[in-house]
């Protein structure tokens, strides 16, 4: 056990599967000699050269179309998407291509390929270093989308992504890359993908997050206890596999639920939590469910911290889920 | 070449009459995939377009399994979740299609980073259409090969067609092959019917790729002699001419002429090919449409490999 960031822990999580795994290998933009705009590669370059830790010329579609053409030979691809927000020129390989091959071709070309990316706000970005694109990938049957919220997850999520025989959108949230240390297992540590977990236990009301959210979620349960009011949070980490049963287990038990992320309410992914309770715990509940989310806003600037969500506005949800009812 | 002439006649009828849902004949363009299977090496691989289904036979690929495709039936490798036409064959290195113009032009560039990693002496053959070039990953592959020097040969069969737009609509450049240059290889134009020709500028590209000497491209030009697709009614957009112009350079019929000119070919032989051409179509048409459609439990598998089945 070693107390390390997120980031240090994407670093380790990559360190130790290159050394399990020759085919496993990086790609991306700034990845090798400069070690990752957030040095989430730092030092791989040194150790694996640039064959396995390949900086590529600037184009996201190139980076994830060369990726897929890897896995299909046989190589266990991990790339980098500088940030999130500079996806969408790849939109294409990762929808049309990396999401289908398996299915079309009848599991001959499956595509064991991992898209690392920094998403999220917090950190003076802007529009276009802010996006939670999740929701888009969520939606697209063929891929898996994973999020961490501290260093041990990091670690271990990242390393099942890698060995995963499918596709996988493992997205950093790069506003807590440096803003907490955590202890992470040294060696072979893996959290299954699909599997909720209780980052607090509580009898009140449920709160659902992930990634960046975490943090203010946690802060506002604290508040709350303080008033008496006991919210049990739930760290989704994976969104697909969902951990359907965490989810329906922990309402059953609340009666109520606050749905937390940054990323724009409509169409967002907390709609597919509410619509889970509405077709399975419709009957457990006491109350509406609330969301607490970013506004449907292209990501603001100098406003960024009235966008997202803070501890106070998940605690005033939370409060008035309880009085609900 | 007869095979895949048998083919586009027959299955074009059968789409007709309703009995497969879409077809995309390559009449006219057969001199490239004839080419190809001549020059290329068992380690190739290739990421085809819409017209090099008679590569992946050539290959070996099966009639009956082709078939099976088109029919999307329950033997179909891919479970009839594609439109007739993408088939998908790994046995012969031959990855499976998308209808999505030129993205395997990148994918097959990431192929060829493997082959370079692990020191294997394969190719990979990125096949696509003039309109394509036009498409992103057109550019992301071509300057990602140049960039890293990859093992890859970009076959551009110009058949002068994107659907309705001509190539002169297409680009302000006149031989698409110039656009190699602005990456830093060679790129040359051939023309696409003549099987010889294909096959030397083939050999010539492949040699290079596998002697450390990067990637290249070649544009073949050729005649689209049919419609885009079963779909599509080139009356309303091509000139009369183009057929014409086309017929003098059908590549069945040049390779024909030289076959006899040097005495390898007579009627007898042409005879014989094509009756054995027009029985193995029949044959394989009749044992895929006696199969049954996917089973339905086929929608829902392949999305992802079971949890518990191993490796991928």
């Not at chain 1, 900086?55 to 980076?63: A, N, Q, R």
């Not at chain 1, 949230?173 to 993908?193: M, N, Q, S």
Request: with cysteine; charged share 20%.
């Amino acid at each position: 056990m070693t107390e390390i960031t997120l980031v240090q822990a994407v670093n380790r999580a990559l360190f130790d599967a290159m050394r399990a795994d020759p085919d496993v290998l990086l790609l991306g933009e700034d990845i090798g000699v400069n070690g990752g705009v957030f040095r989430a590669t730092e030092g791989l370059i040194k150790e694996f050269g640039p064959e396995r830790v390949v900086d590529t010329p600037l184009s996201e579609t190139g980076i994830v179309g060369a990726a897929i053409g890897m896995a299909l030979y046989g190589l266990k691809p991990v790339a980098e998407i500088q940030f999130l927000d500079f996806i969408y020129p790849a939109f294409d390989q990762i929808v049309s291509e990396l999401a289908k091959f398996r299915y079309r071709s009848g599991g001959q070309y499956p595509c064991h390929v991992v898209i690392r990316s920094p998403y999220g706000g917090g950190i003076k970005g802007g529009l276009y270093h802010s996006q939670s694109a999740e929701a888009y990938f969520a939606h697209t049957a063929g891929l898996k989308v994973v999020i961490p919220s501290n260093p041990a997850d990091a670690k271990g999520l990242l390393t099942s992504a890698i060995f995963d025989p499918d596709p996988v959108i493992f997205l950093e949230p790069k506003r807590i890359y440096r803003a907490v240390t955590g202890e992470v297992p040294d060696g072979d540590h893996r959290v299954p993908l699909g599997s909720a977990s209780i980052v607090r236990p509580g009898s009140d009301v449920s709160v659902f997050a992930y990634g960046a959210m975490i943090p203010p979620v946690v802060e506002a349960a604290k508040a709350v206890q303080a008033e008496g009011l006991s919210a049990e949070v739930i760290d989704l980490r994976s969104l697909v596999p969902l951990d359907e049963a965490a989810i329906l287990k922990s309402v059953e038990k609340t009666g109520r639920a606050v749905i937390v992320h940054e990323a724009p309410r409509f169409v967002g992914f907390g709609a597919e939590v509410a619509a889970l309770l509405a077709e399975k715990a419709l009957y457990s509940l006491k109350s509406p469910v609330r969301r607490v989310t970013g506004y449907d806003t292209p990501f603001p600037y100098a406003l960024e911290n009235l966008y997202l969500p803070n501890a106070e506005r998940i605690a005033h949800a939370i409060r008035a889920s309880a009085r609900e009812g | 070449m007869i095979l895949g002439r048998t083919l586009d006649e027959r299955m074009l009828g059968l789409q007709r009459q309703g009995r497969i849902g879409f077809y995309g004949p390559a009449t006219g363009q057969e001199a490239v995939s004839l080419g190809a299977w001549l020059a290329i090496a068992e380690s190739d691989w290739v990421f085809p377009g819409l017209r090099e289904q008679l590569l992946a036979l050539a290959r070996g690929h099966s009639l009956v399994t082709y078939m099976h495709h088109l029919f999307a039936d329950d033997l179909d490798p891919a479970r009839g979740r594609q439109m007739p036409c993408h088939p998908t064959a790994r046995e012969v290195r031959y990855v499976s299609m998308s209808s999505v113009i030129g993205t395997q032009i990148s994918q097959a560039v990431g192929l060829a980073y493997g082959q370079k990693l692990r020191h294997d002496p394969g190719v990979a053959l990125a096949f696509f259409g003039d309109g394509a070039t036009s498409a992103n990953d057109f550019h992301a592959g071509m300057n990602f090969a140049g960039a890293l020097s990859l093992p890859v040969v970009f076959c551009l069969t110009n058949n002068q067609w994107a659907i309705s737009i001509p190539v002169q609509r297409q680009t302000h450049v006149d031989v698409l092959a110039e656009k190699a240059n602005a990456y830093g290889f060679s790129g040359v134009r051939i023309d696409g019917t003549d099987v010889v020709a294909v096959h030397a500028a083939l050999k010539e590209a492949l040699d290079r790729a596998r002697t450390g000497g990067g990637p290249s491209l070649i544009e073949f030009v050729v005649f689209r002699m049919t419609p885009h697709s079963s779909s599509d009614d080139p009356s309303r957009y091509q000139p009369a001419d183009f057929l014409v112009r086309g017929r003098a350079r059908d590549p069945v019929a040049r390779l024909a002429r030289l076959l006899r000119d040097r005495g390898v070919l007579d009627d007898e032989v042409v005879r014989t090919v094509a009756a054995d051409a027009d029985a193995r179509v029949r044959s394989a048409v009749k044992e895929a449409e006696a199969t049954a459609p996917p089973d339905a439990r086929s929608l829902t598998t392949d999305v992802f490999l079971p949890p518990g089945s191993g490796g991928g």
